[in-house]
Structures are given as structure tokens and as C-alpha cells.
């Protein structure tokens, strides 16, 4: 990559990912095929979940969970105020209230202060979104026993975290601390389906309902059948019947996505080993540098996954604007993003929620640069990133 424009974060595509595309393209069914539950029992071995439902992106797999979760109107679900829109508007998609919660000022994560601070202003909260931010796990342990006390249902967003691992063992999306986690496979994630999303869950029939619900519900299984008419006089179902019993939607994955993602999966190991010496080396280059930039604070409880790679900078110190730096960076060849605009800044939630007061959000946003992270880079790209870095801010060691 040395030389070229780096990009926040990108795929990493080999010909053995295209080869396995183009093979389905050649020989096997376009949607609806074998490939499908190929992945998705991959999946669930790479997660340590009992079940995984493949679905078309990672929007569609937050609100597919939250409508197997019996979430609808009059309901409350909490979601941190730092995520991406999606998380918050799966919730309103479905019909329910969101009550944004606060975050720790220093990583963006949902604390247990802020997730109770959040329950004192609810009167019907029936779920809590923790949103795995930037590829580091929110401290479920610490959440639990509010969960408990609170009988909260917990769908855990994990489109940063695929490959993060616990701890005490296993890792986001196992079940160990959620009803519900969901993926994205975006380019710029952990793996690259195009586009793509995945729920895991443990209980079986949740599953089962989530695959109707990805396929508009039609029930083609004659057990599920209501109406005498799917059967024949002699008994036998008709071959062309089929039901549908809710109101669904088409969120499918094609066999071709899903045959990228058997590929990029086999390597899933390797991309977050690759990100993780990247973001040491940025630790070691930026740590101590300056008091008015510093990596985000890493979690103790669990290893990151590195989807990104943010940094907080004090610009009112370092004399520049985050607009100006962005601009710099990006004329020395360096790309850089802002994860995220807080969802409850947004006029559609100002609407509806009022005017935020989320201090912690409110001084991580001010703060926040993502750096380029992604497997292929160099150790002499991240030495370019940190040099345009230091040259535009003006620091030295």
C-alpha cells in the first residue's frame, strides 16, 4: 500500500475470494442455495453460537432481532447515544420508543452508570442495545446484573466486533450476555460479504422465525400451515402451498455473498491479528506524544476486534480544527473518519426525543478521529499515517 491513498478502512479481496464467487456464478444457484446455510454454519462455529441467520445487511439483521424479540409499540429499548444511526432506528422501524443512554467520554461505550442512568428516565424499557464501538466490547459482565434485575431482553450490536474475544473466553455473539447479536459484513469490517448482516441466537425457534421473517414469512414447512386448503383430498400437502402468517420482509442473502463470505471467513483470524500489530504500533508511535491526542482508552475485559482505530485530540489545543486536520491528512495521502455523529444530535431524534444532554457522547464526539486501520496495510503505511499526523499538529517526540 506504501504511497497510496489510505483510506479510514477498506476490504482486502484475494483471488481465491473471487474464484469462490465466480464458481457459484458458473455452477450453483444464484439465491436461496446451499451456500447460504454453508455460511451460516461457519458462522455459528466462528461465534460459538448455536445458530446463525444470514440476512442482507446489518440494518436488516438489527431489525430482524428486534422484531423476534417481540419488540413493538409502547416499548422501550435503551441504545447508547454513540453508535451508528442504524442501531436507533431498527428500534422505530419496529414501532418502539428509543431511550438514548450516555457514554464513557473515553472509549464511547455504554457504562453500567450510564445504562442506569438511562433506566431512571424509562417507564416501560423492555431491551438494551450495547453497541460493540469501534471493534471493543462494551463490559458485559459489569452490565449483567442490571440486565437481570431489570429482565431486559439484550440484543448486542456487533457490527464492529467480529473476531473480538473475551476475556474469560468466547466473544461477542456466543450468548453468553445476549437474547440476540448482530453483524455486519460491510467491505470495511471484519470480513466483506458486499454487503451483508447476520443475527446469531441460541434458542432454536428464534431462528426459525428469524428465517421466515428474512422471506417474507412464506411458510412452505406443512407443519406450520393453518388453512385445510395446503393439503390435498388424500391428505398430502399441495407441492405449490404455502402460508404467511405476519406481516415480513425480503432481507435474504444471495449465495453469492454468502460464498465471499465463506472465504473472508477462513481468514477471519488473520485479519484481526493484522489489525491488532497495526493498532499496537499506532499505540506505541502516539502514546505519550502529546497530552492533546491519545489513543482511545482500551477495554480490560475483552480483546478488540480493531474495526477502527480512533484517536481523541483536544483541537482548541493544538490550534486546528478537526475539518482543517481531515483536509491536511487527506493531501499527504491519509484518510480519516468521524465515528459518529451522536445519533440523538440528529434533527429526526431532536424531534422526537428533545434537545440531548449526554455529556460523555457530547465530549467523545468533539474528540474522535478514526485512523487508518485494515489488514493490508504496511508497517511503513501506519509510519506515513503517524508522520502526516505529527507534521500537521505540529508535535514532536
Same mark, same amino acid.
Given at each position: 500500500?506504501?504511497?497510496?491513498?489510505?483510506?479510514?478502512?477498506r476490504h482486502q479481496i484475494d483471488e481465491d475470494d473471487i474464484a469462490a464467487v465466480v464458481d457459484v456464478l458458473r455452477h450453483g444457484v444464484l439465491t436461496g442455495g446451499p451456500k447460504v446455510d454453508e455460511f451460516e454454519n461457519a458462522f455459528s +462455529?466462528?461465534? *460459538? $453460537?448455536?445458530?446463525?441467520?444470514?440476512?442482507?445487511?446489518?440494518? #436488516?439483521? =438489527?431489525?430482524? %432481532?428486534?422484531?423476534?424479540?417481540?419488540?413493538?409499540?409502547?416499548?422501550?429499548?435503551?441504545?447508547?447515544?454513540?453508535?451508528?444511526?442504524?442501531?436507533?432506528?431498527?428500534? +422505530?422501524?419496529? *414501532? $418502539?420508543?428509543?431511550?438514548?443512554?450516555?457514554?464513557?467520554?473515553? #472509549?464511547? =461505550?455504554?457504562? %453500567?452508570?450510564?445504562?442506569?442512568?438511562?433506566?431512571?428516565?424509562?417507564?416501560?424499557?423492555?431491551?438494551?442495545?450495547?453497541?460493540?464501538?469501534?471493534?471493543?466490547?462494551?463490559?458485559?459482565?459489569?452490565?449483567?446484573?442490571?440486565?437481570?434485575?431489570?429482565?431486559?431482553?439484550?440484543?448486542?450490536?456487533?457490527?464492529?466486533?467480529?473476531?473480538?474475544?473475551?476475556?474469560?473466553?468466547?466473544?461477542?455473539?456466543?450468548?453468553?450476555?445476549?437474547?440476540?447479536?448482530?453483524?455486519?459484513?460491510?467491505?470495511?469490517?471484519?470480513?466483506?460479504?458486499?454487503?451483508?448482516?447476520?443475527?446469531?441466537?441460541?434458542?432454536?425457534?428464534?431462528?426459525?422465525?428469524?428465517?421466515?421473517?428474512?422471506?417474507?414469512?412464506?411458510?412452505?414447512?406443512?407443519?406450520?400451515?393453518?388453512?385445510?386448503?395446503?393439503?390435498?383430498?388424500?391428505?398430502?400437502?399441495?407441492?405449490?402451498?404455502?402460508?404467511?402468517?405476519?406481516?415480513?420482509?425480503?432481507?435474504?442473502?444471495?449465495?453469492?455473498?454468502?460464498?465471499?463470505?465463506?472465504?473472508?471467513?477462513?481468514?477471519?483470524?488473520?485479519?484481526?491479528?493484522?489489525?491488532?500489530?497495526?493498532?499496537?504500533?499506532?499505540?506505541?508511535?502516539?502514546?505519550?506524544?502529546?497530552?492533546?491526542?491519545?489513543?482511545?482508552?482500551?477495554?480490560?475485559?475483552?480483546?478488540?476486534?480493531?474495526?477502527?482505530?480512533?484517536?481523541?485530540?483536544?483541537?482548541?489545543?493544538?490550534?486546528?480544527?478537526?475539518?482543517?486536520?481531515?483536509?491536511s491528512l487527506h493531501g499527504h495521502g491519509v484518510g480519516t473518519q468521524v465515528h459518529y455523529v451522536p445519533v440523538p444530535w440528529q434533527p429526526y431524534y431532536r424531534e422526537l426525543c428533545g434537545e440531548p444532554d449526554f455529556p460523555g457522547a457530547e465530549?467523545?464526539?468533539?474528540?474522535?478521529?478514526?485512523?487508518?486501520?485494515?489488514?493490508?496495510?504496511?508497517?511503513?503505511?501506519?509510519?506515513?499515517?503517524?508522520?502526516?499526523?505529527?507534521?500537521?499538529?505540529?508535535?514532536?517526540?
Amino acid at each position: 500500500m506504501s504511497g497510496k491513498f489510505l483510506p479510514y478502512g477498506r476490504h482486502q479481496i484475494d483471488e481465491d475470494d473471487i474464484a469462490a464467487v465466480v464458481d457459484v456464478l458458473r455452477h450453483g444457484v444464484l439465491t436461496g442455495g446451499p451456500k447460504v446455510d454453508e455460511f451460516e454454519n461457519a458462522f455459528s +462455529r466462528v461465534t *460459538g $453460537a448455536k445458530h446463525a441467520v444470514v440476512c442482507s445487511n446489518g440494518t #436488516t439483521a =438489527l431489525h430482524l %432481532a428486534v422484531i423476534a424479540a417481540g419488540i413493538g409499540p409502547g416499548d422501550q429499548v435503551i441504545v447508547p447515544a454513540v453508535t451508528f444511526l442504524s442501531t436507533a432506528n431498527a428500534v +422505530r422501524m419496529a *414501532g $418502539a420508543d428509543v431511550i438514548f443512554a450516555d457514554v464513557c467520554p473515553d #472509549t464511547g =461505550l455504554l457504562t %453500567a452508570e450510564t445504562l442506569i442512568a438511562a433506566l431512571s428516565r424509562c417507564e416501560n424499557a423492555v431491551a438494551v442495545m450495547p453497541v460493540h464501538l469501534n471493534g471493543q466490547c462494551v463490559e458485559m459482565p459489569r452490565l449483567d446484573g442490571i440486565i437481570q434485575k431489570h429482565f431486559l431482553k439484550v440484543i448486542t450490536d456487533c457490527c464492529h466486533a467480529l473476531g473480538a474475544q473475551y476475556a474469560g473466553g468466547g466473544g461477542p455473539g456466543d450468548g453468553q450476555y445476549e437474547d440476540f447479536a448482530c453483524f455486519s459484513l460491510h467491505p470495511v469490517k471484519s470480513i466483506a460479504m458486499g454487503e451483508g448482516g447476520v443475527v446469531t441466537t441460541n434458542d432454536a425457534s428464534i431462528a426459525k422465525r428469524l428465517r421466515n421473517l428474512r422471506g417474507h414469512d412464506m411458510r412452505r414447512d406443512p407443519e406450520d400451515w393453518k388453512m385445510p386448503s395446503g393439503f390435498a383430498p388424500d391428505g398430502e400437502p399441495n407441492p405449490w402451498y404455502y402460508e404467511m402468517h405476519e406481516l415480513a420482509y425480503n432481507y435474504r442473502a444471495t449465495d453469492m455473498q454468502c460464498a465471499l463470505g465463506l472465504s473472508q471467513l477462513g481468514k477471519l483470524g488473520g485479519f484481526v491479528r493484522r489489525r491488532a500489530e497495526i493498532a499496537d504500533r499506532y499505540d506505541a508511535a502516539l502514546t505519550g506524544l502529546s497530552n492533546a491526542l491519545k489513543p482511545v482508552q482500551r477495554t480490560s475485559l475483552a480483546a478488540s476486534a480493531w474495526h477502527l482505530y480512533p484517536v481523541l485530540i483536544d483541537f482548541k489545543a493544538v490550534g486546528i480544527s478537526r475539518a482543517e486536520l481531515m483536509r491536511s491528512l487527506h493531501g499527504h495521502g491519509v484518510g480519516t473518519q468521524v465515528h459518529y455523529v451522536p445519533v440523538p444530535w440528529q434533527p429526526y431524534y431532536r424531534e422526537l426525543c428533545g434537545e440531548p444532554d449526554f455529556p460523555g457522547a457530547e465530549r467523545y464526539y468533539e474528540a474522535v478521529l478514526s485512523l487508518p486501520i485494515f489488514p493490508g496495510m504496511s508497517d511503513s503505511d501506519v509510519d506515513r499515517v503517524v508522520a502526516a499526523l505529527k507534521q500537521t499538529l505540529g508535535l514532536t517526540e
